[in-house]
Protein backbone atom coordinates (compact mmCIF):
# COMPACT_ATOMS: atom_id res chain seq x y z
CA UNK A 1 0.00 0.00 0.00
CA UNK A 2 1.35 3.58 -1.04
CA UNK A 3 2.20 6.14 2.06
CA UNK A 4 -1.12 8.26 0.48
CA UNK A 5 -3.72 5.52 0.97
CA UNK A 6 -1.87 4.36 4.20
CA UNK A 7 -2.29 8.02 5.24
CA UNK A 8 -5.96 8.24 3.70
CA UNK A 9 -6.51 4.93 5.80
CA UNK A 10 -5.18 6.42 9.18
CA UNK A 11 -7.40 9.72 8.88
CA UNK A 12 -10.23 7.68 8.40
CA UNK A 13 -9.78 5.64 11.97
CA UNK A 14 -8.98 8.51 13.54
CA UNK A 15 -11.18 10.57 15.91
CA UNK A 16 -8.65 13.09 17.98
CA UNK A 17 -6.05 13.93 15.01
CA UNK A 18 -3.63 17.21 16.21
CA UNK A 19 -1.42 18.76 13.02
CA UNK A 20 2.24 20.10 13.61
CA UNK A 21 2.97 22.40 11.37
CA UNK A 22 6.55 24.10 10.45
CA UNK A 23 8.41 26.39 7.87
CA UNK A 24 7.97 23.54 5.07
CA UNK A 25 4.26 23.87 4.97
CA UNK A 26 4.39 27.19 3.38
CA UNK A 27 7.35 26.79 0.96
CA UNK A 28 4.62 26.08 -1.95
CA UNK A 29 3.04 29.25 -1.06
CA UNK A 30 6.14 31.13 -2.50
CA UNK A 31 8.10 32.35 1.27
CA UNK A 32 11.22 29.66 0.10
CA UNK A 33 14.08 32.20 1.17
CA UNK A 34 13.07 32.94 4.70
CA UNK A 35 13.82 29.57 6.67
CA UNK A 36 15.31 30.75 10.09
CA UNK A 37 16.85 28.79 13.00
CA UNK A 38 13.69 28.84 14.85
CA UNK A 39 11.08 28.37 12.99
CA UNK A 40 11.04 31.83 12.16
CA UNK A 41 11.55 32.80 8.62
CA UNK A 42 14.47 34.59 8.22
CA UNK A 43 16.30 35.09 4.99
CA UNK A 44 20.19 35.19 4.56
CA UNK A 45 19.98 39.14 4.49
CA UNK A 46 19.09 39.25 7.78
CA UNK A 47 21.08 37.67 11.21
CA UNK A 48 18.92 35.71 12.65
CA UNK A 49 20.14 37.30 16.58
CA UNK A 50 20.30 40.49 15.65
CA UNK A 51 16.74 40.36 14.25
CA UNK A 52 15.17 38.40 16.73
CA UNK A 53 17.44 38.54 19.42
CA UNK A 54 15.37 40.57 22.41
CA UNK A 55 18.32 42.48 23.99
CA UNK A 56 19.15 43.68 20.19
CA UNK A 57 15.53 44.25 19.57
CA UNK A 58 15.31 46.24 23.06
CA UNK A 59 18.50 48.37 22.36
CA UNK A 60 17.86 48.42 18.33
CA UNK A 61 15.29 47.39 16.88
CA UNK A 62 16.50 48.39 13.17
CA UNK A 63 17.05 44.98 11.92
CA UNK A 64 13.93 43.58 12.90
CA UNK A 65 11.66 46.21 11.61
CA UNK A 66 13.47 46.30 8.30
CA UNK A 67 12.87 42.26 8.49
CA UNK A 68 9.45 43.14 9.27
CA UNK A 69 8.65 45.73 6.42
CA UNK A 70 9.39 42.61 3.58
CA UNK A 71 7.80 40.43 5.36
CA UNK A 72 4.22 41.95 6.06
CA UNK A 73 4.45 42.67 1.92
CA UNK A 74 5.30 39.14 1.55
CA UNK A 75 2.69 37.45 3.70
CA UNK A 76 -0.22 40.16 2.49
CA UNK A 77 0.36 38.32 -1.25
CA UNK A 78 0.77 34.80 -0.54
CA UNK A 79 -2.25 32.21 -0.66
CA UNK A 80 -2.36 29.39 1.62
CA UNK A 81 -1.29 26.11 -0.28
CA UNK A 82 -3.22 23.21 -0.66
CA UNK A 83 -2.09 21.25 2.41
CA UNK A 84 -3.00 24.15 4.14
CA UNK A 85 -6.73 23.95 2.99
CA UNK A 86 -6.58 20.16 2.84
CA UNK A 87 -6.31 20.67 7.16
CA UNK A 88 -8.95 23.55 7.41
CA UNK A 89 -11.29 20.63 5.95
CA UNK A 90 -10.03 18.16 8.08
CA UNK A 91 -10.88 20.40 10.81
CA UNK A 92 -14.52 21.17 9.98
CA UNK A 93 -15.26 17.26 9.12
CA UNK A 94 -14.48 17.32 13.59
CA UNK A 95 -11.45 14.68 13.03
CA UNK A 96 -8.87 17.46 13.12
CA UNK A 97 -8.62 18.81 16.63
CA UNK A 98 -5.69 21.57 16.51
CA UNK A 99 -3.13 22.88 14.35
CA UNK A 100 0.18 23.63 16.27
CA UNK A 101 2.09 25.45 14.26
CA UNK A 102 5.79 27.36 14.63
CA UNK A 103 4.63 29.40 11.37
CA UNK A 104 4.52 32.91 11.60
CA UNK A 105 2.61 33.63 8.43
CA UNK A 106 -0.84 32.84 9.32
CA UNK A 107 -1.75 30.73 6.45
CA UNK A 108 -3.66 28.42 8.61
CA UNK A 109 -5.78 30.96 9.42
CA UNK A 110 -6.22 32.39 5.93
CA UNK A 111 -7.22 28.72 4.79
CA UNK A 112 -10.21 28.98 6.93
CA UNK A 113 -8.66 26.55 10.30
CA UNK A 114 -10.03 27.54 13.41
CA UNK A 115 -7.91 25.61 16.42
CA UNK A 116 -4.30 26.52 15.90
CA UNK A 117 -2.00 27.43 18.59
CA UNK A 118 1.04 29.44 16.96
CA UNK A 119 3.85 28.90 19.38
CA UNK A 120 6.19 31.89 17.98
CA UNK A 121 2.95 34.09 17.90
CA UNK A 122 1.97 36.04 14.79
CA UNK A 123 2.03 39.79 13.22
CA UNK A 124 -1.58 39.71 14.09
CA UNK A 125 -1.30 42.07 16.78
CA UNK A 126 1.41 44.09 18.19
CA UNK A 127 1.67 45.67 21.48
CA UNK A 128 3.45 48.73 23.19
CA UNK A 129 6.27 47.88 25.41
CA UNK A 130 5.31 50.69 27.66
CA UNK A 131 1.82 51.23 27.73
CA UNK A 132 0.46 47.76 26.21
CA UNK A 133 -1.28 49.49 24.05
CA UNK A 134 -2.52 47.05 20.96
CA UNK A 135 -2.01 47.42 17.33
CA UNK A 136 -3.77 45.14 14.64
CA UNK A 137 -1.64 44.13 11.48
CA UNK A 138 -3.62 46.66 9.62
CA UNK A 139 -2.71 49.57 11.87
CA UNK A 140 1.17 47.63 12.10
CA UNK A 141 1.36 47.54 8.14
CA UNK A 142 0.89 51.19 7.96
CA UNK A 143 3.29 51.96 11.07
CA UNK A 144 6.26 50.05 9.05
CA UNK A 145 5.74 51.99 6.06
CA UNK A 146 5.85 55.41 7.60
CA UNK A 147 7.77 55.22 9.93
CA UNK A 148 11.77 53.34 10.39
CA UNK A 149 11.05 51.81 13.90
CA UNK A 150 7.52 52.20 14.98
CA UNK A 151 6.79 53.90 18.14
CA UNK A 152 3.05 54.13 19.65
CA UNK A 153 0.43 57.16 19.02
CA UNK A 154 -0.37 57.50 22.99
CA UNK A 155 3.37 57.35 24.99
CA UNK A 156 6.16 56.96 22.25
CA UNK A 157 6.89 53.45 23.74
CA UNK A 158 8.69 51.39 21.34
CA UNK A 159 6.39 48.30 19.29
CA UNK A 160 6.43 44.88 19.11
CA UNK A 161 4.79 42.37 17.28
CA UNK A 162 3.44 39.41 19.36
CA UNK A 163 5.82 36.97 18.27
CA UNK A 164 8.33 35.15 19.93
CA UNK A 165 12.15 36.34 20.09
CA UNK A 166 15.10 34.34 21.06
CA UNK A 167 14.95 34.73 24.83
CA UNK A 168 11.34 34.58 25.24
CA UNK A 169 8.99 31.32 26.07
CA UNK A 170 6.80 29.78 23.29
CA UNK A 171 3.33 30.30 23.71
CA UNK A 172 0.65 28.25 24.70
CA UNK A 173 3.03 25.26 25.78
CA UNK A 174 1.11 23.12 28.43
CA UNK A 175 -1.85 22.73 26.35
CA UNK A 176 0.11 21.51 23.28
CA UNK A 177 1.69 18.82 25.91
CA UNK A 178 -2.12 16.94 26.63
CA UNK A 179 -3.13 17.99 23.17
CA UNK A 180 -0.88 15.81 21.75
CA UNK A 181 -1.14 13.23 24.64
CA UNK A 182 -4.67 13.01 23.70
CA UNK A 183 -4.11 12.05 19.91
CA UNK A 184 -5.09 9.53 18.12
CA UNK A 185 -2.95 10.58 14.95
CA UNK A 186 -0.40 13.11 14.99
CA UNK A 187 0.62 14.84 11.80
CA UNK A 188 4.04 16.28 11.56
CA UNK A 189 4.25 18.46 8.62
CA UNK A 190 7.35 20.40 7.15
CA UNK A 191 9.07 20.08 10.40
CA UNK A 192 12.57 19.46 11.25
CA UNK A 193 11.88 19.12 14.82
CA UNK A 194 14.55 20.53 15.72
CA UNK A 195 13.84 23.72 17.63
CA UNK A 196 12.74 23.25 21.24
CA UNK A 197 10.24 22.73 22.16
CA UNK A 198 9.21 21.49 19.09
CA UNK A 199 11.92 19.22 19.35
CA UNK A 200 10.40 16.76 22.07
CA UNK A 201 6.66 17.00 21.63
CA UNK A 202 6.05 14.06 19.20
CA UNK A 203 7.71 11.87 22.58
CA UNK A 204 3.90 13.28 23.83
CA UNK A 205 1.91 11.27 21.65
CA UNK A 206 0.44 7.63 22.36
CA UNK A 207 -0.94 7.16 19.18
CA UNK A 208 -0.12 7.40 15.30
CA UNK A 209 2.57 9.46 13.59
CA UNK A 210 3.13 10.72 10.21
CA UNK A 211 5.71 12.77 9.06
CA UNK A 212 5.59 14.20 5.74
CA UNK A 213 8.68 16.56 4.74
CA UNK A 214 10.85 17.12 2.30
CA UNK A 215 13.79 17.85 4.67
CA UNK A 216 15.79 16.43 7.59
CA UNK A 217 13.09 15.56 10.15
CA UNK A 218 14.52 14.87 13.97
CA UNK A 219 12.82 11.80 14.59
CA UNK A 220 13.66 8.65 15.33
CA UNK A 221 11.97 7.15 11.99
CA UNK A 222 11.15 3.68 13.94
CA UNK A 223 8.54 5.76 16.12
CA UNK A 224 6.46 7.34 12.91
CA UNK A 225 4.15 4.70 11.23
CA UNK A 226 4.75 6.66 7.59
CA UNK A 227 7.47 8.95 6.53
CA UNK A 228 6.95 10.50 3.40
CA UNK A 229 10.20 12.21 1.97
CA UNK A 230 8.16 14.33 -0.69
CA UNK A 231 6.64 17.49 -1.80
CA UNK A 232 4.11 18.31 0.51
CA UNK A 233 1.50 19.57 -1.21
CA UNK A 234 1.83 16.29 -3.49
CA UNK A 235 1.80 13.93 -1.29
CA UNK A 236 -1.94 14.95 0.29
CA UNK A 237 -3.24 15.70 -3.22
CA UNK A 238 -2.68 11.94 -3.09
CA UNK A 239 -3.81 11.33 -0.03
CA UNK A 240 -7.12 13.21 -0.55
CA UNK A 241 -8.19 11.29 -3.68
CA UNK A 242 -9.11 8.21 -0.88
CA UNK A 243 -11.60 10.57 0.45
CA UNK A 244 -13.25 12.39 -2.41
CA UNK A 245 -15.24 8.96 -3.70
CA UNK A 246 -16.71 8.65 -0.47
CA UNK A 247 -17.05 12.14 0.25
CA UNK A 248 -15.96 11.10 3.73
CA UNK A 249 -15.22 15.03 4.34
CA UNK A 250 -16.08 18.22 2.87
ZN1 LIG B 1 2.31 53.21 24.39
Known sequence: MGNAKKCAE?????NFIVAMSGAGISTNAGIPDFRGPNGIYVSKKYDPYETFGLKYFLQNPVSFYDFAREFVS???KVKPTFTHYFLAKLEKSGKLKSIITQNIDGLHQKAGSDNIIELHGSFEKSICLQCGKEYSFEEMKKKVFKEKIPHCDICGGLIKPD???FGEQVKNFEN???IIYQ???LLIIG???TVYPASML???ARGHIIVVSNGKVNIDSSRADIFAREDIDEFFKNVSKYFK???EYE
Open 191 to 193: SSL
Open 183 to 185: SDL
Open 202 to 204: ADF
Open 74 to 76: IIE
Open 245 to 247: EAK
Open 176 to 178: VEE
Open 163 to 165: IVF
Open 10 to 14: FIKES
